[in-house]
């Protein structure tokens, strides 16, 4: 079958590419045409545009590059209009992809879309929408399922697809040498995020604590969508080295770490390192957001465990003095480390075990294969 992908962003890159690689377990002569990234892309199909020009976060900053969003979408339906794909598989990123989902029904294709929009934290009503344009939801997060219902809507849950990529990874035995990266030294892991506003707000702070800290090396994840020089600027003077495409073998050897609140909040925890989730957003984008968000908590660690596991610090207080305390207590603070990687095993006893992708993949080709 041919199937139809669109991911915006470096967490749908990766569950894209899981997603895909199961796919063709069970349909090896399964063709792939996508919006996506790298990893997506290492899996074969053709990569039709890169997240890396698609990723704008919070509502101002969506406003301000609308122009480019909207060409993107309308490129995006003539491409699908002219493949005609067996499937269209839309993961996550819902401004742009229940856009594509309308377009896709309207236009008689199976559509199937994998990780649920977050409507359960601001307008629910979306939830309507979803029931007119999406054919298969598939929902990652065990609360979810219950959401749907109350709405009534019949949602498949698959678990969660970073379980899969957790379990496949496989340590690379020589980072520190790879990396020129101090066997002596414990690891600070910063994760700034993989969008550009994110790092810009995010990674000075980050960085500006590391003289605290003198008996760490503090090192950087850096997002496959940029280039090393491009955090240079963040690092001039600061022996803060940047690794790419080793995020899961930086956590692997890390203390703690300081993350931008996303996906990386979760996998850190999967990886035990206590973390501090750090966001900052612009002003009016976190105004907009504090009057529609119904949730209590921005990081996937607290939203799952419904509980505050990990500190967040938002807008103001994600200054260099706050998430330097925050660290310190991490690091020395024994009864604090210990709660919170007890509170680490019991987000492992709610997440289940992997086979998200293996699932999902499954649940496509049976409802494929019945249209």
């Not at 894209?16 to 792939?32: T, V, Y």
């Not at 959401?147 to 849950?157: E, H, N, R, S």
């Not at 080295?241 to 995020?247: I, K, S």
């Amino acid at each position: 079958m041919r199937y139809y992908l669109v991911a915006g962003e470096a967490s749908g890159d990766l569950h894209g590419a899981n997603l895909m690689k199961a796919l063709k377990e069970r349909d090896p002569q399964a063709e792939f045409r996508f919006f996506g990234g790298d990893l997506m892309l290492a899996e074969g199909g053709t990569l039709v545009k890169h997240f890396a020009d698609m990723a704008y976060m919070g509502f101002f900053e969506v406003a301000a590059n609308l122009n480019a969003i909207l060409k993107n979408m309308k490129f995006c339906k003539q491409d699908i209009a002219a493949w005609q794909p067996d499937v269209l598989v839309l993961i996550d990123f819902p401004g742009f992809n229940l856009k594509i989902a309308e377009f896709a029904k309207n236009n008689a294709l199976l559509v199937c879309y994998y990780i649920s929009p977050k409507v359960w934290a601001w307008n629910q009503k979306r939830v309507l929408k979803i029931k007119k344009v999406v054919d298969h939801l598939f929902c990652i997060l065990p609360f979810e399922v219950d959401f749907y219902k109350a709405w009534g809507m019949q949602v498949d849950y698959v678990g969660n697809p970073l379980l899969d990529a957790v379990s496949a990874f496989k340590p690379d035995e020589a980072f520190f040498e790879h990396h020129q990266l101090s066997p002596s030294k414990k690891i600070i892991a910063l994760l700034p995020g993989s969008r550009k506003q994110e790092i810009l707000r995010l990674l000075p702070p980050m960085t500006s604590i590391t003289e605290k800290f003198p008996d760490y090396q503090f090192v950087i994840a850096g997002a496959p969508s940029f280039q090393k020089e491009y955090y240079d600027e963040f690092v001039a003077g600061k022996n803060i080295p940047v690794v790419f495409n080793a995020t899961y073998d930086l956590l692997t050897h890390a203390e703690a770490a300081i993350v931008t609140s996303g996906t990386a909040t979760l996998e850190t925890a999967l990886f035990n390192v206590p973390q501090v989730v750090v966001y900052k957003g612009h002003p009016i984008s976190i105004g907009v957001a504090r009057m529609v968000v119904k949730i209590k908590f921005i990081s996937l660690v607290n939203l799952i465990m419904d509980s505050l596991v990990v500190k967040e610090l938002i807008q103001q207080d994600s200054s260099p003095e706050k998430i330097g305390d925050e660290l310190n207590a991490l690091l020395h603070n024994e009864s604090y480390r210990k709660q919170m990687l007890h509170n680490y095993d019991l987000l492992d006893e709610k997440m289940g075990n992997a086979g998200a992708s293996a699932k999902t993949a499954g649940l496509i080709i049976k409802y494929a294969t019945k249209k």
